[in-house]
């Protein structure tokens, strides 16, 4: 099984909001990701966990929080977001993320988010 | 600072026609070369991953190539189909990256005409 999961699938909220997107892998991989993808452009890797501690933030604003409570499960907390935070938020996993080797990743269908 | 090229940005075949899609990158110091398929609206299915040591890989009708020393990937699709429309992604793990993060390309989109 190579599935990783995401719910919801949509999301429309407004920037007064607060809402979580949830993610979810049953692979026994250790390292997870959040990336941004806006229309026509690659995704944008916003943050990594490693052993369920973070890794990297790529200097994603404060109002993204991200929290891996458990080794298979990942969320990112939205609040006060703005309209052109609208995207498609995809999850990814990998077996671990290496000091000298590198593992191929594994994306979730992604959660279309507009923001009002 | 790694930097990855997709040529073409889109591509229109009729269907049963051989295509090969390129990436490029600037730097060669990589861990792996990775092809991801993405249908719209929709999530990164991944295709073929080439470790650094490879020179290619084959999965069904896809054959991938890497030349490392030559900063270039090809992406080899035999016999297209229909279903086979999709933006096609490279992206590479940089070895002075040592996280994870993935590089990538800006994508081909892909039409297979019936």
């Known amino acids: 099984d190579t599935e990783v999961t ?21 692979m026994g991989h250790r390292a997870m990701y959040w990336y941004k993808q806006k229309a026509k452009k690659p995704p944008e890797l916003m943050f990594v966990y490693s052993y369920e501690k973070l890794s990297i933030n790529e200097s994603v604003p404060s109002r993204f929080s991200p929290e891996c409570p458990n080794s298979s499960l990942l969320n990112l907390h939205l609040h006060a977001l703005q309209p052109e935070d609208s995207a498609l938020y995809l999850c990814a996993s990998s077996q671990r993320l290496g000091t000298g080797d590198s593992y191929e990743q594994y994306f979730g269908p992604g959660t279309r988010l507009t923001v009002t | 600072k790694q930097e990855v090229t997709q040529i073409p940005a889109a591509l229109s075949v009729p269907e049963g026609e051989n295509l090969v899609l390129n990436c490029s990158f600037t ?88």
């Open chain 1, 6 to 26: 995401q719910t919801p699938k949509h999301l429309v909220m407004g920037m007064t909001n607060k809402k979580s997107l949830k993610c979810e892998q049953h």
């Open chain 2, 27 to 114: 730097d060669s110091a990589i861990y792996n070369l990775q092809w991801f398929r993405q249908d719209p609206g929709k999530g990164l299915t991944s295709l073929l991953l080439i470790q650094s040591s490879q020179r290619e890989q084959t999965s069904g009708r896809l054959n991938a190539s890497l030349d490392k020393s030559s900063g270039r990937s090809t992406l080899y699709i035999a016999a297209s189909q229909p279903g086979d429309s999709a933006t096609y992604l490279c992206a590479v793990s940089p070895i002075y990256n040592q996280g994870g993060k993935l590089i990538f390309g800006q994508g081909t989109e892909l039409s297979v005409k019936p």
